[in-house]
């Protein structure tokens, strides 16, 4: 008889920054007050389910700072999974407000002849297959841990898992995305097929801050 597991993908908290940078992969961006408090909320919502086995997250410092407060409740080490990394993006550094703006600005047009794909960074394809891998990996280890696994991702990588299992387009519109910062997006496997999937913002409380990014 196959396992059932539950592998949660926990969306980072809100990042510092003050000059609104399309940050992406750069280093140097880290949680704000507010991502900080989101990260410990989350943490004691999944805490409370008593049964978390396994604690991974992306390279990036804000998954990083994320898993903490996770991995205190609980006891675990974090594992560390390239896989969960933010999604590759060429506009990566730019400010998206309070200048020009991406679309406003020529020299950024070449980057979406193709939304599809998209054109402006890696592949949707690419993304899912990554992430869908890190997860299956998580549950793995999480069924020999007897309990469910947390992954601490990035909101694209997120969304992009979660339309593959659900059989969507992977091309979507971003400001239609359920993935709220801290938010918690749940695939229960049983063997290797996902036959749930469940959505959960525990920190839904706080208050909106400052960040932009995934």
Known sequence: MSAVVTVHLLRHGEVHN????????????????????????????????????????????????????????????????????????????????????????????????????PSWGEPYEQIAERVLAAAHAARDRAAKAGGAAVCVSHQLPIVTARRRVEGQHLFHDPRKRQCALASVTSLTFDGDTVVRVDYAEPAADLPAGEGLGA
């Open 18 to 117: 003050p000059d609104r940078v399309l940050y992406g992969r750069l280093p140097g961006y880290r949680l704000s007050a507010l991502g900080e408090r989101q990260a410990a909320h989350a943490a004691t919502w999944l805490a409370a389910r008593g049964d978390i086995g396994y604690l991974v997250a992306s390279p990036l410092e804000r998954a990083q700072q994320t898993a903490a407060p996770l991995a205190a409740a609980t006891g675990l080490e974090i594992a560390t999974d390239d896989r969960l990394i933010e999604a590759g993006n060429e506009l990566e550094g730019r400010q998206v407000a309070g200048g020009k703006g991406l679309l406003s600005d020529p020299s950024n047009w070449k980057y979406f002849r193709n939304p599809l794909r």
